[in-house]
Structure formats: C-alpha cells, structure tokens
C-alpha cells in the first residue's frame, strides 16, 4: 500500500470517530457535559487528587505531619526544621543556619558541617578537594615526588645513585647487575652481587654461595695433620665417636701432591688415615664430600681383615654405612676413588686443592623388617647400597632349628655379604654373597637377624632378594635302650632328607625314612655310626617321618640332624646367560642334584668344576624327570674350549632342568670332590639357516660384536647326503673356530681359524646339524656361508697313468709323476683324482705340487689294512688339508703328485701308483 493512500485511510479513521466523543451522552469516560462541553468529573480524578476549578488538585489532606501544601507539593512546615536549620521558603526546604559557630581552622561547609578552612594547613601543604591537607607537591624536596595515593613525600627513581634502582615493593634503592664485579651476578630476589659459581643445590652464606660440603667444613671438629699414614711410620688421626643420632663429628683434610714420604728416593702416593674405637654391634655412617677432591673415596678397615669400600664411581661425595662385627679400632682411609678402584695400580695424584670434607656419625640401630618362619618362607629384596635398609628380623624360630637363608638374587655390579646375627647380637657367619649362595644356622633362641652387608659397590646393579625357611631340627636328647627318636620334615620331588646322629658312647643306631602318605620307606640304615649321615631322595611332594631307634641295652645319649637338602639352584637362565651353582663338597659316593631353567627352544651346554681338577659322573634329567643323557668320567671343562668335555643340548619345550651329581666310580677308587660347580651356558635359540640342496648356499651376517670366547649357534637342514662347505670370514682376519655338530648336538669335527680357508666338512646324511662359531678374542663382528655340495663325478680333465711302484717304506722320495695343464691362468677350486692300489691304505701319504710350489700334504695314512686310495678329492675323499690354498695360483704348468709308503710295520711290500688327473675350476 502507498505511503499516499494510508495517510488517507488515517485521515478517514478520525473523521469517523468524532461523533463518537462529542457532547452530552458523548463525552469520553471521566469528563461530563457543563455548559455544552465536556469537563473533567470528579470521578475522573485519580486517588489522592481533588477536583478543583474543573482541575484535578493534590488532595492537602493527603500531606503527612511537619509538611504542608504549597503550590499543589507538600513541603517541609516552619516549625519542622531542627536545630542549627532555618526553613527556605525560596526553597522550601530546611537549609544550615548561615551562622553556625565553627571551632579554629575551620568553617561552615555547604551542607551545614564544618570543614578544614584554607588556613588550617601547615607550612608545604594544601587543602585537597576533600578537604584534607596533603604535602605540595612543591614542597618534596631533591631525590623525592609526591605519591598521589597516600600523599606523602617518597623516593623517587631519580634519587637513587648510579647502578642503583628503585624497588618498588621496598621504597629502597638497590643495586643493579652493572654494579656487579666480574666474577659475580646480580641476584633480584636478594638484591645482591653473588658468586657466578653459584650451582643448583648451593647455599648462600654470608652473601656467598657455597657447596653443601664447603658449609659444612665451615664448623670442623678436626683437620689433619701430615704425615697420617701408617704405612709410612705415621701416627693416624683421631675420631670422635659422637653421640649416636647426634651432630656429626666433621674432619677435613687435603690429598697432597705426591712426594717422597719415606725418604727412599721415589714419590709415594698422598692418603689420609683416621682411626676410631667402635663396639660390637655399633652401627655409623661416614660420607666423604669433595671440596676439591677428585671422586673422593675411603675404605674402612678393621679386626679380622675386615675391609669396606665405599661406593665406587661417585664424583663428589662418597658415602656408607657400617656394622661393627667386633670390639676395636677401625681405620678410615681417604683417598682419591681411582687409586681404590685399581687398588694402587694408578697412584701418584694430588694437589694443594684436592680438598674434602668429611662426617663421622653414629646411627642407632635400625629396626629392621620382621619375618615370621613359624608360618612359612620369608623373602627379602632391597638395594644394597643403604645398609639400615638390608635388616631382616627372623622371629617364630624354636630352640635347635635349622634355618636355610638362600640369596636368590644379587646384582652384577656389588661384592656382597651374606650375615647371620644370632639371638645375642653376635656376628655368627658371614659369607661371600652371589646369586644361589646360602648357609644354614641352628637357631639358639627365638629370633636371628640376616644383614645383607657390602664389600664393594661399584654401579646401579645392586638389588638382592634373600629367603629364609626353617630346613629341619637338630637336638640333644636321651634315647633309651629299645626307645626311638622321630622327627617330621616336608620334602619337594629332588629335595634330599638328611639325617645324622651324633653321640659320646660311640654307638651305633637304626634310622629310617618313610614317606607319610603311602607309608613306604625311601631309604634305611640298620646300623648308622656316630658322626655319620643318611641322605634320601624325595621323589613325592609330601611329608616323611625319619625315626632314630636304640636297638642297644643301654641308653645313648645323642644329638640329631635331620633336615632338608633342596636341590641347588643356578636360577632361570635368559639368552647369553652363563650361570654358576652354589660351590659343594662331594664325598665319595654322595649325590648332589642341581637345577637350572631355560625357555623353549634354546641350546645350552653343561660343564663342571672342582678344586681337585676331579672327574665326576652326571646324569640330565628334563623337566619331566626323563633322563636325557648320562655322562662318565667328565673332566674339568674349559670355557676357552668349547669342545673340552662340555655337553650341549637343546630344550624343546623349556622349563627346569635337573642335574645328578655324583662321585666318579672306577673299579680302583672312588673319588670325591671339593669346591664342586656345575657351568651351564644358554646361547639361546640357535639361527636358522634353513634347508639346503646341493649346489645351495646360506649365508649369515653378525652384526653384534662377539666377547671373547663367546659363541654363536646356527641350525642347518641338509636335504640331500654331500658335504658342507663353511666360508667364515672377519672384519681383519681374527681367528675363530668353526663346530659342526650333529642333531643330539655330538661335536662331529671341527676347524680352528678357519678365516685363512674354507673348511669343508666330511661327508653327511640328509637330517639336522648345528654350527657353532667360536671367537677367540673379541670380535666385531663375523660372515658365514655355508654350501651343500655333492661328491665329483666324470673324468679328470688332465691325466697321468705311470703305473708305477712305490717305494716300501720310504719317506723320503716315494714315487712323482706330472701333469702339465693349460688354459687356466688363476685358480679357484682344485679337484684331484687318485687310483692307488695298496694293501694297506693306512701306510699311503700324497702330496700334491703345484706350478708355483705349494705342497699340500692332501692325504695321510688314511684307511685300514685292506684299503685301496681310489676316488676325487675333496668330494667324497676328504683331504687331510686343504686345498684350497691353490686358489689364487696360476693354474697353468707343471702339476706333481707324489705318493709315500710310509710305514714298514704293518706289511714287506709297497702299493702301486695306476692313475692320477685333475680338473681346474678357473677364474
């Protein structure tokens, strides 16, 4: 719609509603017709409002008191107004009296109040828009400004002085970093000049930064004097022992620069020697901290060859703790960890800054962790390295029993030991510690402790785990005539139950074992002798009851033993592990069992070890209880040959293996042994080279390096009969040894540094073989190929038939024939064919010649009495010696064999040389 036609529509609307509200009856709601117009009725007033001349008026009944009505508002009456306020009628409002009386400095403010005047202000002041008098901010005087939020005269930034800055949360003026010496920085939360030396963990003293070391050398209780070393005639420093737990007592000291201390013409290595008294059973922690010195280290030295090193490897600070085992006087040694390390190989180090600090604390004794045996085995595991942690308390023992504690664990990289502390606080045993090592005690009260103590610390592998269970019981009691001695034991299948008796009078007394369940006794002696030993094996988990019986008149009064001897434990043993048994006597005719584990699939070898350099016998039995193998007469082995009596098997399913020991037994002696181990080495899964046909090749690259005397295996599938030819080369030539083996891991031959030539193996039947490729020394890394080849066949390419006689018996000259060949400028392979006639071949030596000199001796008293040499060589006669040392040769010229009878014995009359070719693989 156009804006033209709604303006009209707009129009028309009001036309049409004026009649509407006109006059009279017309008039709108709340007006009325007077007069002929229409005025506001006074129902058309709203509330609170009066009609007033046709007006609506404020209603002045309607003013609340004190007000009244003005001009239609309520305002404030006269007489309303409260003191010191005067009522307005311009306003019509309560206004301040005009003279109200104000105290000095100020006067009447608008609202009636009196304010501060103008002149009320001091000197340098003003009166503020509130009325307050504040500085001028003339008035502050040189270096200082006015601070608009408290108005007060302050520093300001221009009044501190040259390399000095305002902080702004102080007031104060600071340095800056350019007022900083060299050699200092500056240090915002300080506001100071500090040492750049300054490190992560240092503290400030003074304004100085200082190691924690250097703080503590600040309050010493000692400083050595030299000379302090006894080697030398020197008297040792003293030590403070403080109170236990409380300050430590510090020493300092300097490792000096080598010098000639005895006076015998040659420099003599600087070390500083402190001594102190300790008891038995005290407990101290002593740490060494650098102040200058290079890797600080000490050992602690005491009664009875007692020796504690600190931890090697530390670059500024050394540290241990240490258990008295006796009464006496203890020496700490400090000195520089190198010259520990090598045990004096490299010395002579120092200087007049080869500084340190020491602390010499006494620690209560720890608490320790508890370990009840009444209700089964414990295991313990910790670190090594803090020894208040390595406390293990044995409680619910008995009077007489046997405890086993077994270290199951222990890092590469620590010399341990293995503690047992008795009931009285009394060092009792201390045994070298390494993984599978244990001892047994007899408990003489209700508790014992096990401590797992240090020698040397030298890296991170250093964690242990130990257990400890009760094994058996031992006992004094009276048996009389006719009366009998039980005791209980819980055996596992290879666990051996031991039971003796000792007793004064001599006598002997019957004893068996029987086994609970099924009552059947597993081992018996009708008459065991005093001081001697029964030993039955356990073939049933399950409990036995070993009874001792009097079978004399009168009563004996002895002391048994009866407990459980389980197998001794080598430990799972990954790839590349070789692991070691506890050490163990053997008497003759004795039985010992050993155990190992490894996975599945993976080839491992078994040796043996002894102080006597004694054979033993051994059965494997695997992990079923089959017997895999049995051996007699084993020698000592040797790891640098790996062909020395050790036995080697694959496991083809994994799990524990276990291995009887026993004395050898020959038919004039039994032999016992002492110091007795069993070796076991896993080498893993062997590689697999996969199956060969003739004529095929498979190749092998070792890219990680080899230890010395390590070894490497390889599994090869021969699909065809022939002969194996191995090519091992290395980075420069090192020298390593080649095993063939066959597939119950039988060494069938061998080759020592077969780097220089091939080796080719003798002739072999389809089936499994395995090669093992041993490193001498270490070796970077190796090359293998190996080739199946098939027997040579066909006629020579060059011949000779001299039909000749050899000479019997003769060394010297035999009989020679050549063969000149053309057409072949460089050798590759050599392959030889010889028909001689013998009657005994083991008397028949060849020797091949070639153009360029080189004699092999290719064949040597080979056969047997009725053996003719005919056929190639090196396929299927295997040559005594390579042949391939021709390969490189010129192939080219004169070629002479020459055949030897060299022995008399066997026959009077020599053999005859019929034919001889070659044929030539050329380059």
């Known amino acids: 719609m156009s804006k033209l036609r709604l303006l009209a529509w707009v129009g028309l609307l009001a036309t049409a509603l004026t009649p509407l509200y006109g006059c009279g009856s017309e008039c709108a709601p709340g007006t009325t ?8 009725s006074s129902k058309g007033c709203a509330e609170g409002t009066v009609l007033m001349d046709g007006e609506c008026v404020l209603d002045t009944s309607g003013c609340s008191d004190g007000t009244v009505f003005d001009n239609g508002l309520c305002v404030p009456a006269e007489g309303v107004c409260e003191e010191g306020t005067t009522f307005d009628q311009d306003t019509k409002t309560c206004v301040p009296n005009t003279d109200i009386v104000c105290g000095d400095g100020t006067e009447a403010g608008a609202e009636g109040s009196c304010v501060p005047s103008a002149d009320a202000c001091s000197d340098k002041t003003q009166l503020d828009a509130n009325g307050r008098c504040v500085v001028a901010a003339a008035a502050c005087g040189q270096g200082t400004e006015l601070d608009p939020n408290t108005g007060d005269c302050v520093l300001a930034e221009a009044g501190c002085g040259t390399n000095l800055a305002l902080d702004g949360d102080t007031g104060v003026c600071v340095p800056t970093a350019d007022v900083c010496d060299a050699g200092t920085a500056f240090d915002s939360e300080t506001g100071l000049c500090l040492p750049d030396a300054c490190q992560e963990g240092d503290v400030l003293v003074n304004g100085l930064c200082m190691s924690p070391a250097e703080e503590l050398a600040l309050d010493f209780d000692l400083e050595e004097m030299e000379p302090n070393d006894p080697a030398f005639g020197a008297e040792t420093e003293l030590l403070t022992v403080p109170a236990v737990d409380g300050e430590p007592f510090v020493f300092l000291g300097n490792i000096d620069a080598p010098s000639d201390i005895d006076g015998d013409g040659s420099l003599d290595q600087d070390v500083d020697v402190y001594e102190f008294d300790a008891v038995q059973g005290d407990w101290f922690e002593i740490m060494v901290q650098s102040t200058g010195l290079q890797a600080p280290a000490f050992v602690i030295e005491g009664p009875n060859g007692y020796v504690r090193w600190s931890a090697i490897g530390q670059p500024d600070a050394s540290a241990r703790q240490m258990i008295a085992p006796e009464d006496g006087t203890y020496t700490v040694t400090v000195l520089p ?74 890092g590469d990289d620590v010399e341990g030991l293995l503690q047992h502390w008795d009931a009285t606080g009394i060092l009792a045993r201390s045994e070298s510690a390494g993984a599978g090592s244990s001892f047994e005690f007899v408990a003489i009260g209700n508790t014992a402790t096990v401590l797992m103590d240090w020698v040397k610390l030298s890296g991170p592998d250093a964690s242990f785990e130990v257990s400890a269970e009760i094994t058996g019981e031992e006992t004094t009691v009276t048996i009389p005539a006719g009366g009998t001695q039980t005791f209980q034991v819980t055996g596992e299948p290879y666990d051996q139950i031991y039971a003796a008796q000792t007793n004064t009078q001599s006598e002997d007394l019957k004893v068996s074992v029987v086994e609970d369940l099924s009552g059947t006794e597993i081992a018996s002696e009708a008459a065991l ?23 004399t008149s009168a009563n004996v009064d002895a002391t048994f033993t009866v407990k459980v001897l389980p197998p001794f434990d080598i430990g799972t043993l990954a790839p590349g592990d070789s692991g070691v048994s506890p050490m163990f ?35 494997l039995l695997d992990p079923s209880g089959t017997v895999v193998d049995d051996f007699t007469y084993v020698y000592d082995t040797e790891p640098s040959n790996p062909d020395y009596d050790w036995e080697y098997f694959i496991s083809p399913n994994g799990g524990t293996y276990i291995v009887e020991v026993t004395t050898y037994v020959s038919s004039w002696s039994d032999y016992s042994t002492t110091d007795q181990v069993i070796l076991v080495d896993n080498y893993g899964v062997p590689n697999d ?51 063939l083996f066959d597939d119950t891991l039988d060494v069938i031959e061998y080759s020592t540094s077969p780097t220089d030539e091939v080796f080719q193996s003798e002739e072999l039947t389809a089936g499994t073989y395995y090669i093992g490729v041993h490193a001498w020394a270490a070796l970077p ?20 038939a001299p039909a000749a006689a050899i000479p019997d018996d003769d060394t010297t000259t035999g009989v020679s024939d050549t063969i000149t060949v053309t057409g ?53 006669l295997v040559p005594d010696n390579s042949m391939l040392v021709y390969s490189g040769e010129t192939g080219n010229g004169d070629w002479t064999l020459t055949v030897y009878d060299d022995n008399d014995y066997w026959d009077d009359t020599g053999g005859t040389f019929n034919e001889w070719g070659l044929s030539l693989v050329c380059q």
């Open 33 to 40: 017709e007077k007069d002929g117009q229409c005025i506001v």
């Open 337 to 410: 960890s190198l010259v520990l390390q090598t045990e004096g190989e490299v010395s002579l180090v120092g200087g007049d800054d080869w500084g340190y600090v020491g602390s010499f604390k006494a620690i209560s004794a720890p608490a320790g962790t508890d370990a009840d045996l009444s209700t089964g085995n414990a295991s313990f595991s910790g670190e090594y390295m803090t020894l208040s942690d390595n406390v293990l308390n044995l409680t619910g023992l008995q009077m007489g029993d046997i405890v086993r504690v077994s270290l199951d664990a222990s």
């Open 529 to 551: 002798g005093s001081d001697e030993s029964l030993k039955a094996k356990v073939e049933n988990q399950g409990t036995y009851t070993v009874t001792f019986t009097n079978e």
């Open 585 to 619: 006597d053997l008497p003759e005719g004795d039985i010992t069992y050993v155990t190992f584990t490894v996975g599945a699939g993976e080839l491992f070898r078994i040796g043996q070890d002894n102080a006597g350099d004694d054979d033993i016998e051994y059965a």
């Open 689 to 739: 080279l996969g199956a060969l046909t003739i004529d095929a090749s498979a190749t092998y690259s070792q890219p990680a390096p080899m230890a010395r005397n390590a070894m490497e295996f390889h599994k090869l599938e021969l699909s065809a009969d022939g002969f194996v030819e191995f090519d091992v080369s290395t980075p420069a030539d090192e020298d390593v040894d080649v095993y």
């Open 781 to 800: 890394s190796y090359d293998l190929s190996a080739t199946l080849l098939g027997p040579i066949t066909g006629s020579p390419d060059f011949s000779s």
């Open 824 to 876: 072949c400028p460089t050798v590759q392979r050599v392959h030889l064919y010889v028909d001689i006639t013998h009657p005994y071949g083991a008397d028949v030596e060849i020797d091949l010649t070639s153009p360029d000199g080189t004699t092999v001796d290719v064949y040597s008293d080979n056969g047997g009495s009725t053996d003719d040499v005919v056929g190639w060589l090196p396929r299927p």
